[in-house]
């Protein structure tokens, strides 16, 4: 049976609400804590943190800025941070989220994920869950059985009955 599908590629991308610019604000103004007027390098680390959930790279940040931090400024002002958190919001779709939790499982960096990945993974997320479980889970996510899953293996298994969300 085939799992994948290429529903989720033509996906709207989200709408951004009053509520969404609310948090934006509230954000900004927490990591503004010098109450200086704009964002630095690290408070907008800090609310990429607060508002998704994980650390942007270097190289993320260098572009959040670059394409944010306005002419003599020395940060990011709040409507820019707004509209950037809202285009990054927007375009945050269940691909990049599953492409992270693929390089989360993927410690070692070779791009597809062995039943090894799969076993210490599962044991720091969830310790007690039995051995066969894992393994049930990785022979579904090998769709090919060469004992490699790949990121679009791994992206078939999570998209797995989602609708055009």
Known sequence: MEMCSLTHLARKPREITDIDKKKFETVYELCDTDKKGYLNREDLKMAVVMLFGYKPSKSETNMLMD???AKDSP???IEMFACLMGRKLSSDDHYQKTRQIFNTFDVNCRGFLKLEDFRAAFSRVAPRLPERT??????LADQDSDGHVSFRDFECVISYGQANS
């Open 67 to 69: 394409q944010a931090q």
């Open 134 to 139: 894992v393994l049930e889970a990785f022979r």
């Open 75 to 77: 940060g990011v002002c």
